[in-house]
């Protein structure tokens, strides 16, 4: 647990910035009016990352 704990914690900022990235590329091909697979591809990992930060923060919380 302790392992996993770690990983998680150096793999965050990682996965923060990949978000970002994500984000800014949806947001251009909105603002574009591009839609293509590449796009569906960055907001469902968007979608994906958010969660995954959220369960993080949750299970920090809770101190597990």
Same mark, same amino acid.
């Given at each position: /647990? ?8 150096t /793999?965050r900022?990682?996965?923060?910035r990949?978000?970002?990235?994500? @984000?800014?590329?949806?947001?251009? /091909?909105?603002?574009? +009016?591009? +839609?293509?697979?590449? &796009? &569906?591809?960055?907001? #469902?990992?968007? @979608? &994906?990352l ?5 369960? #993080? @923060? +949750?299970?920090?919380?809770s101190? +597990?």
């Amino acid at each position: /647990a302790e392992y996993m704990a770690g990983i998680e914690k150096t /793999a965050r900022p990682y996965k923060e910035r990949a978000l970002e990235t994500y @984000n800014r590329n949806v947001e251009q /091909a909105e603002a574009n +009016s591009i +839609s293509n697979s590449w &796009i &569906i591809q960055s907001r #469902d990992r968007m @979608n &994906i990352l958010s969660e995954e930060l959220a369960m #993080d @923060n +949750s299970q920090t919380a809770s101190g +597990s």
